[in-house]
């Protein structure tokens, strides 16, 4: 399942890190305007990547935003979970 979710940048210059992983496992990192909606950014290969201890601490940081999300939630809107 493709899911997505982004934290509103601590200097509130209406941006905000958004990391979306796709059902293969990729995933792709944007900086995106706060609120707005998922765009490409950089995206880094589950498979045959030449990252692959990036790979891995990106989808730890996927977690460390969820969590980050559910403790003190922003309203952003941008956490999106996909069939």
């Given at each position: 399942m493709a899911k997505a979710?982004?934290?509103i940048c601590d200097m509130r210059e209406g941006k905000a890190l958004q990391l979306?992983?796709?059902?293969d496992g990729d995933v792709i990192v944007s900086v995106i305007p706060e609120g707005g909606i998922y765009?490409?950014?950089v995206?880094?290969?589950a498979s045959?990547?030449?990252s692959r201890r990036t790979v891995q601490a990106l989808h730890e940081l996927f977690e460390a935003?969820?969590?980050d999300e559910e403790?003190?939630?922003q309203g952003a809107g941008m956490k999106v979970e996909e069939d």
């Open positions: 979710i982004a934290r979306f992983v796709e059902d765009a490409k950014g995206q880094f290969c045959g990547t030449q935003m969820a969590e403790a003190i939630p």
